[in-house]
């Protein structure tokens, strides 16, 4: 979420090649770059201009890269302490991730732990 992540990759099937190609849009302004490959790209709309070795230009493509939503989660916590009979109970920590939210699968962690897991339970 938030992040210049986006790629946009173009694979001419008609023309005679080499090809160049213009990308315009969401701050992206390139002409005559011959990769066809844009990475980096934030979320926005986007135009691309195909021009073969004749000089024939396409028609203007439109793209459009999107970002999944971001995260929302809540944290519950039920602190350290001693049952009625005074046998020490653990602390549990419950993190729900909203469904339909960020992009799974999710990671969770400890902040300071050296180690990571994608199960939905930690101890």
């Known amino acids: 979420f938030g992040g210049s992540n986006g790629t946009i990759t173009l694979t001419p099937a008609d023309g005679l090649a080499p090809y160049s190609y213009t990308l315009t849009g969401a701050g992206a302004n390139t002409s005559g770059d011959v990769t066809g490959t844009y990475t980096g790209l934030p979320e926005g709309t986007y135009s691309v201009v195909?021009?073969?070795?004749?000089?024939?230009?396409?028609?203007?493509?439109?793209?459009?890269?999107?970002?999944?939503?971001?995260?929302?989660?809540?944290?519950?916590?039920?602190?350290?302490?001693?049952?009625?009979?005074?046998?020490?109970?653990?602390?549990?920590?419950?993190?729900?991730?909203?469904?339909?939210?960020?992009t799974a699968p999710y990671t969770y962690s400890f902040n300071g732990s050296a180690s990571y897991t994608s199960a939905n339970t930690l101890s």
């Open 50 to 102: 195909v021009k073969d070795a004749k000089g024939c230009d396409s028609a203007v493509i439109s793209v459009t890269i999107t970002q999944p939503l971001q995260l929302a989660a809540t944290v519950g916590v039920t602190p350290f302490g001693c049952n009625s009979g005074n046998v020490p109970q653990a602390a549990v920590v419950t993190v729900t991730a909203t469904v339909g939210t960020g």
